[in-house]
T-cell receptor
Framework: NAGVTQTPKFQVLKTGQSMTLQCAQDMNHNSMYWYRQDPGMGLRLIYYSASEGTTDKGEVPNGYNVSRLNKREFSLRLESAAPSQTSVYFC????????FGQGTRLTVV | AQKITQTQPGMFVQEKEAVTLDCTYDTSDPSYGLFWYKQPSSGEMIFLIYQGSYDQQNATEGRYSLNFQKARKSANLVISASQLGDSAMYFCAMREGAAGTYKYIFGTGTRLKVLA
């Protein structure tokens, strides 16, 4: 019973580098979400996917792209990382309550 | 305007006592859901309790209860008989939208410290 799995758990990038955060869930949920968590700001929604094949912008989508590869997987891509994207990233999926991954701590230097 | 407001950045409570964490929300949707999550220092987000906007009774889950006052738009979390392991960050969240287009909005959190 893995739930929601995120990789990697930690990452350091240089400004301008690109990377993809991976997320997979094994609970057959339709909806999946990417959030970022910054001190004093709670969790802010970056993008979400209501179902396979659909994605929508959340509150803070700039600088990110997403792909809903299939029902299980929802990836978040940073094309050109900026220091302002240093954050902890959470992927979530759900039926009623959200199931969260363990988070990815990303530092952009 | 803030949709979810948690006005207590930090709270202390003595072990074995009860504590209330405040949450107010703002929405014009008639159908919504309210949630509380716990985030310990290890970083994971743990679901605690859910209250639907049409639920007549306050939700309870073990030592957690949600004091839902719809007219006041408040959804306070009550933790009874606090334990040292309850020390964590607590987030209130609201689900808006129709099925298939749900979005979660989170408050800024309350850090709870349980004292021995």
């Amino acid at each position: 019973n893995a739930g929601v799995t995120q990789t990697p758990k930690f990452q350091v990038l240089k400004t301008g580098q690109s990377m993809t955060l991976q997320c997979a869930q094994d609970m057959n949920h339709n909806s999946m979400y990417w959030y970022r968590q910054d001190p004093g700001m709670g969790l802010r929604l970056i993008y979400y996917s209501a179902s396979e094949g659909t994605t929508d912008k959340g509150e803070v989508p700039n600088g990110y792209n997403v792909s809903r590869l299939n029902k299980r997987e929802f990836s978040l891509r940073l094309e050109s990382a900026a220091p302002s994207q240093t954050s902890v990233y959470f992927c979530a999926s759900r039926a009623i309550e959200a199931f969260f991954g363990q988070g990815t701590r990303l530092t952009v230097v | 305007a803030q949709k979810i407001t948690q006005t207590q950045p930090g709270m202390f409570v003595q072990e074995k006592e009860a504590v209330t964490l405040d949450c107010t929300y703002d929405t014009s949707d008639p159908s919504y859901g309210l949630f509380w999550y716990k985030q310990p220092s290890s970083g994971e987000m743990i679901f605690l309790i859910y209250q639907g906007s049409y639920d007549q009774q306050n939700a309870t889950e073990g030592r957690y209860s949600l004091n839902f006052q719809k007219a006041r738009k408040s959804a306070n979390l009550v933790i009874s008989a606090s334990q040292l392991g309850d020390s964590a960050m607590y987030f209130c969240a609201m689900r808006e939208g129709a099925a298939g287009t749900y979005k979660y909005i989170f408050g800024t959190g309350t850090r709870l410290k349980v004292l021995a």
